[in-house]
């Protein structure tokens, strides 16, 4: 693949790329929406990326080719403006606008964008688009960020051009994956630990079941229970409370009259899925993937009714898990609101379960679903290029 797209790249702008990076999308195992609310996940990358390909112009021009869209784009450095919504081409113009804003001095590039991460799936294209740019542009123009800053300054184009109010959790595994292991990240102090994920020799797979959905009200929706997560903190901190890591769910049972039933609601979701993820890593540890399940099955319960951001076909992957043999557990994954579920699969019952899935969407008149058949990959790096 990689010298198909050196080679792409050649016969679009007529000579070799200076730089060639790759990032990957995620799945997160577990640890939904606590990102911005400063708790625990457990994500990992997977072996899907975008890679971006690129060489400096001499002029202020960024001129880039997408093989996805099958569309070029150009824009002139100082235009970036505030974000158009007109497309993924804002990817590349909120992380220039993100690095105008830093002060660094780029020049325009011609670069050429290539992708097998599913689109508006919940997997993360974006987070993996802005990692590719970023690094590539850190390699051109020699701007020596360490790897925390390149995941930083990712979300800093999500969240002040492109407009989601997205926590650090997708930049962040892009750039931190490493194969065959989840991130267990605390997303208040950063600090991380690689937690080994060997499915292979326990005749494990997690399948990743993409529901085809996509909602427009995705990014208010998520930007709104962002909002509810901070004023119900606000509203713990009265007693001294100042971060969801603090307080226990007995505790914030004590809470719940003055908070209201949808606040409450909304902070328990946090609360208990710190605890899930804690007890997610003790289970890894100890190889026990049937507690994993379970994990699994109550991280979805809670995102369904406390958190409520599933959908009706979200809630099908969960339904069908929790009547199959095969399946251990199985729960939405990122956003939510439609996009994509993981499922913690026995991988002899793997066709089975997939045929009960389709034989449910088909029953309920539902979009045909999709799998994706993923490996847990490494974080973003740069390709070697003939000019090395
Ligand atoms: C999206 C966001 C992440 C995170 C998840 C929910 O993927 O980009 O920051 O908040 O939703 O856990």
């Known amino acids: 693949m990689e010298d198909v797209l050196v080679q792409s790249y050649r016969e679009k702008f007529g000579s070799f790329p200076e730089v060639y990076s790759s990032a990957p999308g995620r799945i997160n195992i577990i640890g939904e929406h606590t990102d911005y609310n400063l708790g625990y996940v457990l994500p990992t990358a997977i072996d899907r990326h975008v890679a971006f390909l690129a060489s400096k112009r001499s002029d202020g021009i960024v001129h880039v080719w997408s093989d996805s869209f099958k569309q070029e784009k150009r ?33 325009g ?15 993360s294209s974006s987070a993996a688009f802005e990692v590719s740019i970023i690094h590539a542009l850190n390699a051109l123009f020699r701007l020596q960020l360490a790897p925390l800053e390149m995941a930083k300054l990712a979300q800093k184009a999500e969240n002040e051009y492109v407009g989601v109010k997205c926590g650090l959790m997708d930049q962040f595994i892009s750039v931190f994956g490493k194969k065959d292991k989840a991130v267990f990240l605390d997303c208040e102090t950063l600090e991380f630990e690689y937690i080994p994920l060997y499915l292979e020799r326990e005749g494990l ?58 606040l409450f609601r909304r ?94 969407s088909r029953q309920k008149g539902f979009e045909t679903p999709s799998f994706h058949d993923v490996e847990i990959g490494e974080g973003t790096r740069l390709h070697h290029t003939c000019l090395d």
């Open 75 to 107: 824009f002139i450095l100082g235009d970036e403006g505030e974000s158009k919504q007109t497309g993924w081409i804002d990817y590349v113009k909120g992380v220039y606008w993100v690095f105008a804003k830093q002060g660094a001095s780029l020049q």
């Open 205 to 262: 797979r997690i399948l990743v079941y993409d529901t085809g959905v996509r909602r427009d009200l995705a990014t208010s929706e998520y930007n709104k229970r962002r909002d509810e997560a901070t004023e119900a903190l606000k509203m713990l901190a009265d007693s001294g409370i100042q971060s969801y890591k603090e307080i226990n769910l007995a505790k914030l049972d004590e809470k719940k009259s003055g908070m209201g039933e949808t």
């Open 109 to 123: 590039i011609n670069a050429y964008v290539w992708g097998d991460v599913p689109l508006e799936s919940g997997l």
């Open 267 to 360: 902070a328990r979701h946090v609360v208990t899925e710190n605890e899930r993820v804690k007890n997610a890593v003790c289970a890894l540890r100890s190889a026990d993937f049937f507690e994993m399940g379970r994990l699994l099955f109550q991280s979805h319960e809670s995102l369904r009714d406390d958190y409520q951001v599933s959908c009706p076909e979200l809630d099908l992957l969960y339904d069908c898990g929790k009547q199959s043999h095969a399946c251990l557990g199985a729960r939405l994954t990122g956003a939510g609101f439609g996009g994509s579920g993981i499922a913690l699969v026995q991988k002899r019952g793997l066709p089975s379960f997939k045929k009960m899935i389709l034989d449910e």
